[in-house]
C-alpha cells in the first residue's frame, strides 16, 4: 500500500530530516559519505518525490559546518566580551 502524501509535505519531511541529520556529526558524517558513495554530489544533490518532481537539497556537512562555525564565533565574542568586562572591575 502507497500512502498518499502531498509532495509539499514530503518536501517539509525531507527538509526536517536534514535539518535533524546536520546537527549531530556522527549523522552529518554519516549521510554525506553516503551520498558520495552513491555518487550524488559532495555538495548539492537532487531528491526526487512521489509526484516525480524533484527538490534540492545540500549535503548535511554544510548546514553542520556553518552552524557549529557560527556557534563558535559567537562563544569567542561571548568570552572576549566577558573578559574585557572583568578588566574593567579590576
Do not use: C, H, K
Amino acid at each position: 500500500d502507497q500512502v498518499n502524501v502531498s509532495p509539499i509535505l514530503q518536501s517539509v519531511l525531507i527538509y526536517g530530516e536534514l535539518i535533524v541529520t546536520s546537527l549531530n556529526p556522527l549523522t552529518a558524517a554519516i549521510e554525506s559519505q553516503n551520498l558520495l558513495i552513491n555518487n550524488q554530489g559532495l555538495a548539492f544533490y537532487t531528491e526526487r518525490l512521489r509526484d516525480g518532481t524533484t527538490i534540492p537539497l545540500i549535503s548535511p556537512w554544510i548546514p553542520f559546518t556553518i552552524l557549529y562555525l557560527t556557534t563558535a564565533a559567537a562563544m569567542v565574542v561571548f568570552a572576549v566580551r566577558t573578559m574585557r568586562q572583568t578588566d574593567e572591575v579590576d
